[in-house]
């Protein structure tokens, strides 16, 4: 049985209040402050002052407390809007925002699908909004969609972590490695490189990602206009 319908264990008020939900909120806490390395059942009890044994009558594994976490995280991914373009971005820019606001999330979107009851409502206010529109083209859509903010999530968390480890922000590392990449582009063999180097707009993060959104929903748009 999933940890989604397997009933908590009885007597929760003794000898200390405990509960899956407090289990999970203390888990994010600590990765939200020292990463994932600093979860496991073992450190998550120390944390709540509690035997390890009495978290395994709430959670299984290692596996099943990252699941509810992010699980956790997803009831603050609420897409909204008044049409399925709408509503795709809200779930782009949304997923985007709780990254950045639990930066252990990049590690762990993508792969097998979500099964958690706030995962489900996002994933049913989304195609809800597609009512309508071919399956053929919606499931791609969507794939698409979360593809990109899964990709772009991951970019903007490693130069995140890129700017702790070296001390230095990007425009501090561009200004580094500066002369060495107008001297390698001076050769003259990269000319396609040199010219949006050169020539370019200079994005922040934001812009970049949501520019690069719209050309997605500008191609799905027009698929489904087709």
Known sequence: MLVWERPEPPGRRAPAP???????REAIRLADSDGLEAVSLRKVAA????????????????EELLDLMVDAV??????????????????????????????????????????????????????????????????PAVAAI?????????????????????????????ASHGPYLRRTLAT?????LSRVVHDGP????????RIGLDFLLDGIEARISG
Do not use: C
């Open 18 to 24: 405990l509960s899956r939900e407090q289990i999970v």
């Open 47 to 62: 944390a709540l002052d509690v035997g390890p044994m009495r978290l395994y009558g709430y959670i299984a594994t290692k």
């Open 74 to 139: 997803y009831a603050e991914i609420r897409p909204t809007g008044d049409s399925w373009r709408e509503v795709l971005r809200s779930l782009a820019e949304t997923t985007r925002e709780a990254a950045h606001q639990h930066e252990w999330l990049a590690d762990l979107l993508g792969g097998r699908p979500q099964l958690g009851p706030n995962t489900l409502t996002s994933g049913e206010a989304v195609l809800a909004a597609m009512d309508g529109v071919d399956l053929d083209t919606v499931v």
């Open 146 to 174: 979360n593809a990109y903010v899964i990709g772009a999530v991951r970019r903007e968390i490693t130069e995140r972590r890129a700017e702790r480890s070296s001390g230095m922000d990007q425009q501090q590392w561009q």
């Open 188 to 192: 003259g063999k990269f000319p396609a």
């Open 202 to 209: 200079h994005l922040e993060a934001e812009q970049t990602f």
